[in-house]
């Protein structure tokens, strides 16, 4: 079946650290990979998108890198900001339906 | 542009009470869901809709009703509120059911059932 698996939280980083998320995916077919940040009371929000292998999804200093022989999709940025501490959810996209990992707390401190 | 909202924000439901939550996108996307997220275990895909008319059952669809009847709205029905029904419900918005394009989220409804 189709899924994704984040690494687990929390995460807590000293501004100007860099930054890893691990993400992996199971999935048939060739899905779009997705990652989303949701900071405290709102929504989800895009921040990075890559639809095949091998492309860089990039936004806000975040990168992610599909890679299809790996099937990873970590998201990375080289130096965090107070203002990035936020839970963080990778996400794929294959046929008609979208599949969530459980998220990632990443707090910042100064 | 207004997006996808969701109304109301916040509730306060005694058990086995009804009430609908809003959720509106003027994007002209044909595919809507709604999801709920609890702690620890992400987002769970209650009832999702490919146009409207169409409706279908997601991982999560007992104790919850939706219809569409038109492309913008999309609102979830609770029939009779539980204690298990507390939680954040999102309700989110995408181009077409398939292809490449991400889903749009509105900012959630915390329910909360007494």
């Known amino acids: 079946g189709n899924s994704v698996t984040q690494m687990e939280g929390p995460v807590t980083l000293s501004e100007e650290a860099f930054l890893t998320i691990n993400c992996t995916y199971t999935a048939t077919g060739y899905p779009s990979l997705f990652w989303y940040v949701q900071y405290p009371g709102e929504g989800l929000q895009l921040l990075l998108k890559a639809t095949k292998a091998d492309d860089k999804g990039s936004n806000k200093g975040f990168e992610a890198t599909y890679r299809k022989e790996t099937t990873s999709f970590h998201l990375e940025k080289g130096s965090v900001q107070v203002s990035d501490s936020a839970v963080y959810f990778c996400a794929l996209s294959t046929g008609n339906q979208f599949y969530f990992g459980t998220g990632t707390s990443l707090t910042v401190i100064p | 542009n207004a997006g996808v909202t969701q109304t109301p924000k916040f509730q306060v439901l005694k058990t086995g009470q009804s009430m609908t939550l809003q959720c509106a996108q003027d994007?002209?996307?044909?595919?809507m869901s709604w999801y709920r997220q609890d702690p620890g275990m992400g987002l769970r895909l209650i009832h999702y809709s490919v146009g409207a008319g169409i409706t279908d059952q997601g991982e999560v669809p007992n104790g919850y009703n939706v219809s569409r009847s038109t492309t913008e709205d999309f609102p979830l029905r609770l029939l009779s509120a539980a204690p298990s029904q507390t939680s954040v419900y999102f309700c989110?918005?995408?181009?077409?059911?398939?292809?490449?394009?991400?889903?749009?989220f509105g900012d959630g409804t915390r329910l909360s059932i007494l």
């Open positions: 994007m002209n996307h044909e595919y």
């Open positions: 989110a918005s995408r181009i077409t059911e398939f292809g490449n394009q991400p889903q749009h």
